[in-house]
Structures are given as C-alpha cells and as structure tokens.
C-alpha cells in the first residue's frame, strides 16, 4: 500500500533531549512537509523540502532541524531549544509544491516528561 | 495582519441536514482554496479543491463555494450522517508557492 508512515505514534522528551519523529512515503513525491497542531489551533508550518537535499524554514522552524537526504524520508528532529514541544506533529508529502493536495501521516503526538 | 478564519464553535446539527461550514481570509488572493478532514488522533484526509476562477465545486454529497470578492468559501454537507462527525480544515496557499496555512478547523457533530 501506498502512503506516508509516521513513527512513533507516541512519544516522550526529557528536559534537554532532543528527539527524531520519523516520516517515510513510497508515493514517489518530491515535496515533503512538517506541520505541527495544538489542541484547537490549525497547522503550523515548520519545514518542507521540494526536492532532495534541499529544505526551507515555515513559520515556526525555530527549536527544530531536517534533513532530506533520500527522496522517501524527511525526519525532524526537535531540539532542546524548543522549549515548548508538546503538540501533535504530522508530516504531509505531495507529487509536486503548488496546486497539489497533500498526503498526511497518521501523525506523531510529542510530549513533555 | 494576513489570516483565515473558520468558526470555531462546534457545529451540532441532525442526521438528514445540511452542515455549512465558513472559511474567512483577509489579505490573501489565493489561486485555489482546500478542504480537509480530520478525526481524532488522525491526520487530515483531502476533500476537495476549488480554483479562484470556479464558483462550485461538487463530490457527491459534498460542496464547496469560493467567492474572492467576499474572501470566503463555504463548505457544505448534504444529507448529512453521523459518520460525517468530524474536524473540517480549510487551507490556503498565500503566494502559490505550495506552502499551504491552515485555519483552525471547525468540529461537526451530526447526530442520529
């Protein structure tokens, strides 16, 4: 089956841990994306990559890194700089940027110890 | 400031009605507009994708408005069925660059 794979579905950081929430598609997409959502807000951008090895800062990237160095996975790790890293984090993937709807994981909930 | 804006009451409404759904921006003049739904603990799923130069979109019992002079789509649910509960999200794409914004979603309960 095609799609995007998200892991782990649950997962816990210590004071001045930095953490890695894994993405990995099989749909062939160029573009990969980094949300994060709080309880009644929308998504938030942090990073997206439209091609391998390249990646761009979204609204709210600071406190948290990419890498993109196969054209299947986008992880994000979440530094010890991001003082408030409780939320649920969903990575998206689509065929191209513009125009394209995206295709989310299943989502990774973060919180705090 | 630039935003988008969805009710974010939840709606609550009968088996068998329609759900209409808002989705305000201001300072945007978005080439196409999205919706997406969401449940609980899931990531969004795609619905429906409705260009600036199209006044209606429609897929089966769903339909989307979009009018650029108002800077608001509509979002409606016919016949609706309790399986329709849900988060419905609006997203736009400020400068047609693919980075698509979000509004904070509006829950629907549709009840038997």
């Known amino acids: 089956d095609g799609g995007i794979t998200q892991s782990p579905k649950y997962l816990f950081r210590k004071e001045g841990q930095n953490v890695t929430l894994s993405c990995e598609q099989n749909?062939?997409?160029?573009?990969m994306y980094w949300y994060r959502q709080d309880p009644g807000q929308g998504l938030r951008l942090i990073y997206y990559?439209?091609?391998?090895?390249?990646?761009q800062k979204g609204d709210i990237a600071e406190g948290y890194s990419v890498s993109r160095e196969k054209k299947e996975s986008f992880p994000l790790t979440v530094t010890s700089a991001q003082k408030n890293p409780t939320a649920f984090y969903l990575c998206a993937s689509s065929p191209t940027t513009g125009r394209e709807k995206l295709f989310f994981g299943s989502g990774t909930q973060l919180s705090v110890l | 400031s630039q935003k988008i804006e969805q009710n974010s009451e939840a709606l609550n409404i009968q088996e068998g009605k329609t759900a209409t759904l808002t989705c305000n921006y201001t300072?945007?003049?978005?080439?196409?507009l999205q919706w997406y739904r969401q449940d609980p603990g899931r990531g969004p799923v795609f619905l429906l994708l409705i260009r600036e130069n199209e006044k209606e979109k429609r897929k089966e019992r769903l339909k989307v408005t979009f009018d650029t002079t108002l800077k608001q789509s509509l979002f409606h649910i016919t016949a609706s069925q309790p399986a329709d509960s849900a988060t419905y999200l609006c997203?736009?794409?400020?400068?047609?660059?693919?980075?698509?914004?979000f509004g904070q979603g509006t829950t629907l309960q549709v009840k038997p």
């Open positions: 300072n945007y003049s978005p080439a196409y």
């Open positions: 990559s439209q091609i391998v090895n390249d990646f």
């Open positions: 749909l062939n997409h160029d573009a």
């Open positions: 997203a736009l794409d400020p400068g047609n660059t693919g980075k698509l914004i």
